[in-house]
């Protein structure tokens, strides 16, 4: 029972800039939604800062204004070739081209630098040049904007939670957010998601979120995206 109301649950909203907590981050969210802003940006950061929400929210940004746009993920997929088609190009996870991509993306880059049109936006876990790419790929990921994503504070997470339960018109202690943050994942999107997650399942089960309630839901929730 408890399996299957889980799994008819809604799915965490998805990533724009309306709903990336921008306090620490304000400067990349004005560089990435200018209008004639800065071509190439490189985002890097820790895992879970935000950089693929990021990419994500400026792909959607996009697409309002009607821009072609693509979103790929080196970590879970090869760049292709009509990805160059697009005016807006997102790569995620730089630092994870396998050979022939890094070659792919450097070849995306010229282009795009030679056309004078169109705009790339990447993301990887450390600063450009220490990133662990081709030389010629890693001096074109310094030559743009490049922005630490800096990860919110346990404190600014917690904020957030108590501002979307306050949103939601949720009762919910303390003690519940603090087990989200020590037993769930560190992203504020995914704390979020299992946020309203609870909030469905226990008007389900006509019960109030407790700690026990939330530990009977993380028992039948993959912690891995």
Sequence with gaps: MLDQLVLDLSPTPLPGFDNFLAQRNSEIIAALTAEGGER????W???GCGKTHLLQAWIAHAELLGRASIYLDAKHEQLPDFAREASFIAVDHVDELAPDDQIMLFSIYNSL???GEGRLLMAGHQPPMQAPVRDDLR??????LVFEV???SDDDKLAALRHHAAERQLAIGD?????LLTHWR???ASLIGMLDMLDRYSLAMRRPITVPLVKNVLQTTP???
């Design 175 to 179: 003690d519940v957010f603090r087990y």
């Design 223 to 225: 912690t891995e995206s």
């Design 45 to 47: 950061g820790e895992p």
């Design 40 to 43: 190439f940006v490189y985002l």
């Design 150 to 152: 800096k990860a919110l």
């Design 113 to 115: 630098k030679e056309s």
């Design 139 to 144: 001096t074109r990921l310094g030559w743009g």
């Design 186 to 188: 560190r992203d504020l």
